[in-house]
């Protein structure tokens, strides 16, 4: 089992940039593929980045492309968001989640969850 820690989130002007970290604990990290998901208010969660056990190869859903970075530290068991070019509607609750076995972007192939850390953008 592994737990998961978010952090990094808070409230940015439109064009800003933030990077949301997640830190695990527990069995071994770096066996486990990793996602970045959000939710907005009255919204499903939706997937943003994922990031395979070893790193390196990266997905990103169409509407943060070319904006966020996902990336990850297996030594140091955290992996991490980097936020470009902010949007009012970035707006969210941003969770990672781990998932032994290849990546995926279905927020129920994910086992593990952190608690989640609010982002807000304002225009």
């Known amino acids: 089992q592994v737990q998961l820690v978010e952090s990094g989130g808070g409230l940015v002007q439109a064009g800003g940039s933030l990077r949301l970290s997640c830190a695990a604990s527990?069995?071994?990290?770096?066996?486990?593929?990793m996602g970045w998901f959000r939710q907005a208010p009255g919204k499903e969660r939706e997937f943003g980045a994922r990031?395979?056990?070893?790193?390196?190869?990266?997905y990103y859903a169409d509407s943060v492309k070319g904006r966020f970075s996902i990336s990850r530290d297996n030594s140091k068991k955290t992996v991490y968001l980097q936020m470009n070019s902010l949007k009012p509607e970035d707006t969210a609750v941003y969770y990672c989640?781990?998932?032994?076995?290849?990546?995926?972007?279905?927020?129920?192939?994910?086992?593990?969850w952190g608690q989640g850390t609010q982002v807000t953008v304002s225009s």
């Open positions: 989640a781990a998932r032994e076995g290849v990546v995926s972007s279905a927020a129920d192939r994910y086992a593990y």
């Open positions: 527990g069995r071994t990290f770096s066996s486990y593929a």
């Open positions: 990031i395979r056990w070893s790193g390196g190869i990266t």
